[in-house]
């Protein structure tokens, strides 16, 4: 049997696979905030399986986008705070508009724009900025590495066989 040279997962390869990476911890963080507010597991999300599709993005927006700022975190934490709010809001508004219903709604909390943004989700999205870039995004890359570029493009395909084999469409 002849061998096959190993290729490295590509620049592509590695974006979906953060974008999945954090979608789905991005979900995990969701069922535990609703959780501990409401005291059972919600379904949270709009798709089949364990992932959030916003996180996703976000992570990847702050990946090639704010990933200089990592040593300014006053400019992180402000500048992520400031687009993320508008992301949710935006993402709030297409996402009402297309399905007819309201995923969040944070009516009744102080300083809130329409029920779609607030203050104190702002701060949250400055602090996840700041807590993403300088620390969880640095530990999942070593892990990525360690296990995807070392052991070549076939790991990549194998994770994402198994990913998209357990849905149910």
Known sequence: MAKTKAKNITKFQKIALYFFVYAFIGWVCEELYALAVLHTFVKRGFLLGPI???YGYGAIILILCFKNYKNK??????????FF?????????FL????????????????????????????????GGLIFIKILHPFITKIIRKNFEKNTYESSKSF??????????
Do not use: H, M
């Open 73 to 82: 975190p006053i400019k992180l934490f402000f500048l992520s705070a400031i």
């Open 52 to 54: 959030c599709p916003i």
């Open 96 to 127: 009402q508009a297309l399905f007819g219903t309201k995923w969040w709604d944070y009516t009744g909390e102080f300083l809130n724009l329409n029920g779609r943004i607030t203050l104190s989700f702002s701060i949250v999205w400055g602090l």
């Open 85 to 93: 709010s508008l992301f949710e809001y935006i993402t709030d508004f």
């Open 160 to 169: 994402y066989k198994f990913l998209f084999s357990n849905y149910d469409y």
